[in-house]
DNA sequence: CGCTAGTACGGTACTGAGTACAGCCACGAT
DNA sequence: ATCGTGGCTGTACTCAGTACCGTACTAGCG
């Protein structure tokens, strides 16, 4: 089997980084190693740490793209499922994923540049739950807040399953969504209530908790 | 008045960026202004991106202590007081906060440095928080949605202040905080209430309720 | 007063990432 | 056949960041 350019400057980047670490490996030697030239790299990955995060763009587009499909009722499932496409993609790549979080882990400029790659999903799903949220009370600040909890969660379980600690990912997952979803109450059909209430006595927020879930049925 | 090597430095460095742009700006340009050699440079701020974030360390540490000193029951006054400090220091900045953001938003290799910093908040909130919830079901997860909701929060707040879109910072602050504290609970004193349920009837749900409060009076 | 140690600064020389530019070759289409 | 066109290469350059050494100034001590 052939391989194309891209993917062997990948594993040359790879193998260079885990045998000498990231510092210490130049450009020179991952080109020279894949058997290209020096301007091939730096005209397919931009900078020395894209080598090691070569598909976010695409995982970015599909997220978007589902998040673009959700209509009012099916915004809940529409994040969850968004921010599952991610993970899936972190499953499918298996022992690449892992190689690369030890590697991340140990230098802190890849450290950085991970982080900012997070940031965009954040940005990503905070567009979308900002546009949906307009013109509620706290709209914007209540979609950021949402946007953050699920990338939190979502990383909180695959920090989890790089670390070795758990194995049945997709489960953690389903179990620490709900946690993340909250802000987005009126979405969930029910299954799950929030309610925030300042009321002084029991029977205040008891009586707020029957005014909540009345409007909530109300929407359904 | 006479200033230090270091001061010099950070007004060169601003006045140049904002003339003509951070790309454009060599360290040397940086150093000539400021009347300094290139090394002092390098050996105060590390790198050219540190020039504009020099208080950091300082107001970390600050919010390290104040969160050190949170004893059970006083901790989601700690960490509001904690949030609270950083944003203090901005408010101190002033325009000088104003004029950073206006570079950092226009320069992505800005933006990055920024949003590791503000990772670097992020973990010491989390770090400390995971430590109070330790054995607590689900504590990690609890501790890092806390830990980034207060976050989101802050920033929420303080990015519609450096923008200019309102001007009661603190005020919003206090208005934001408490989205965030959600998760604390039971260490809000009762002021806020938060209940998960699942239960399938509205008086599931109440009852859900009314154990709840009464599981939060008895520790209280 | 001389001596010493620490601290802050400066200069020189180097490595290596990233850019600009010009050229080359294989290919498919017309 | 030739004419793009897209993928590849080499050369030369800028500039951030590092290593190392030398130099002033100050503080403290005999």
Known sequence: ???????????AAFDLFEAQGFDATTVDQITTQAGVGRTTFFRTFGTKEDVLFPHHDEVLARVAARLGTATPGTRAVAVQEAARI???????EGEVARRRYRLTSSVPALREREIASVERYRRLFSQHITHWLEGEPDGALRAELTATAVITAHNHVLR??????????????????????????SETGGQTVVVVSSAPSVEGVVADVRRALARDSAHA
Chains 1, 2 share one sequence.
């Open 86 to 92: 991610v993970l899936d993609h972190y499953i499918a």
């Open 160 to 185: 989890q399953w790089l670390r070795g600690a758990t194995t049945d990912l997709p489960r953690d997952f389903e179990r620490a969504m709900p946690f993340a979803l909250r802000t987005l109450t």
């Open 1 to 11: 089997m052939t391989f194309t350019t891209r993917e062997r400057l990948i594993t």
